[in-house]
């Protein structure tokens, strides 16, 4: 596993006559390759809330990263090309968070000026009105296309049940007496 991004990232950003601005591969990728850093200003979830009025903005927080429950990287702050790299339900790229840190790896071999991708998969509250699914629609084109840029509700309530799990175990864990050394 890789654990560095180079100093100079192998894409560049042009504009797309499909989607805007994109990230294009100025060389071959490597499947598994360690592409770019996503960086820009950590803040707190509340933080993110109150800088960026959803109802209010028509477009969704492109900049946005949600890395944990604690903190959010917003690329909009400091953020580097990363932020450029579009969403697509077929992607060739994946977000790996790595110590709190995230980066985006290649998922398979990408050649030259292919468009980067990778699942944004925003994290669902669970009680999306249908203005939310409208503001997070996907028409990325692929086969597999599920409809929305958050993650499926399959998914949403896999990690609600996953979380719920965690939770348990700790408490159980809390419950036991402390191991005698
Ligand atoms: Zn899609």
């Known amino acids: 596993m890789p654990t560095r991004a180079p100093r100079t990232p192998p894409f560049e950003i042009r504009f797309s006559p ?6 294009f591969a100025t060389r071959a ?4 390759e360690r592409i770019i850093e996503y960086v820009g200003e950590r803040i707190s979830h509340a933080v993110a809330d109150a800088r960026y009025d959803d109802a209010a903005m028509s477009e969704h927080h492109t900049f946005l990263f949600a890395v944990s429950n604690r903190t959010v990287i917003d690329a909009a702050h400091g953020g580097n090309d990363a932020r450029f790299i579009n969403h697509s339900c077929a992607p060739n790229c994946e977000a790996v968070i790595d110590r709190s840190r995230v980066f985006i790896d290649a998922v398979r071999d990408i050649a030259v000026g292919e ?12 009680d999306e009105a249908a203005e939310d699914e409208a503001r997070y629609r996907c028409a990325c084109g692929a086969a597999t296309c599920r409809g929305s840029i958050m993650e499926s509700r399959a998914a949403y309530e896999a990690r609600v049940a996953a979380e719920a799990a965690k939770r348990a175990a700790k408490r159980a864990t809390a419950g036991e007496p ?4």
């Open 178 to 181: 402390a191991p005698t050394s």
């Open 115 to 126: 468009e980067l991708f990778y699942d944004y998969e925003y994290q669902r509250s669970g």
């Open 18 to 23: 499909i989607a805007g601005r994109g990230a």
């Open 29 to 32: 990728i490597a499947r598994g």
